[in-house]
């Protein structure tokens, strides 16, 4: 028997709230794609952490009511926040390293221009950034789906991350890294650029901001496997993969 399929909806407070409607683009996927009838053992996610099952009670022609059951709090969560960094790219490049990045347990998710960037950001692509995450939580049974903002430089994104315990700048023209990954401990923000990789002007920048600059190896890694090797790594020093 399959999992209950899981939706997004707007903060939902149980229980004194125990009636909550799907509607948007969420209804059309269980109505349309997932064929849910009344009766279907659903979960409902606010991002708040909590997991809300419920039992589908009516389906009207725009929205669908759900009758909350019961409440548990999410057991997939990172215990250490982590922040991705990531500089636009091209196609569906970014929508590829936001996907993996929230099934690697990124908390959160910037997406910036820079010096070498060729890619381009509108709010249709940052909105369509933002469904992914959700999809991507979903999937990997996550009760919060990872924020996605937009910067419009690299040094607003690296602004950001100001409050990080642990700041590591992921840059092609290092030999060695200056910090080890293998022994984090605590919040944690990693940078990786675009296509065109980053300029000796924005690394010395990121070392103003308290970002201390890593290799990923000798070899030339493409942007998007950067962003999700570097993910992973972080996520095994940090005991999420254990």
Do not use: W
Not at 77 to 86: D, K, Q, R, S
Not at 147 to 176: D, I, Q, R, T, W
């Amino acid at each position: 028997m399959s999992a209950p399929k899981r939706f997004f909806v707007d903060k939902i407070n149980y229980p004194e709230v125990t009636k909550v409607y799907l509607e948007g683009e969420e209804f059309i996927h269980a109505k349309t794609v997932l064929r849910v009838e009344t009766g279907t053992e659903i979960v409902l996610l606010d991002g708040s952490g909590k997991e809300f099952s419920a039992i589908v009670a009516d389906i009207e022609k725009k929205r669908l009511l759900a009758h909350i059951t019961g409440v548990i709090d999410g057991d997939k969560e990172p215990t250490t926040p982590v922040y991705l960094l990531c500089g636009a790219l091209k196609g569906d490049k970014t929508e590829f390293v936001v996907q993996k990045a929230c099934e690697l347990g990124v908390s959160k998710i910037g997406v910036f221009s820079s010096d070498y960037c060729s890619a381009y950001m509108n709010e249709n692509k940052l909105e369509r950034l933002r469904k992914v995450s959700r999809e991507a939580a979903k999937q990997c049974l996550r009760s919060r789906a990872p924020e996605v903002e937009y910067f419009n430089g690299l040094e607003e994104a690296l602004a950001s991350a100001a409050e990080y315990e642990n700041k590591l700048f992921a840059c092609e023209f290092l030999h060695s890294s200056e910090a080890d990954i293998s022994k984090l401990d605590g919040a944690t923000v990693v940078v990786v650029g675009s296509e065109g990789g980053f300029s000796e002007r924005e690394y010395e920048v990121a070392k103003q901001h308290g970002f201390s600059g890593i290799s990923l190896g000798k070899r030339i890694l493409r942007a998007e496997t950067a962003a999700v090797a570097v993910c992973a790594l972080v996520a095994f020093a940090l005991g999420e993969l254990k």
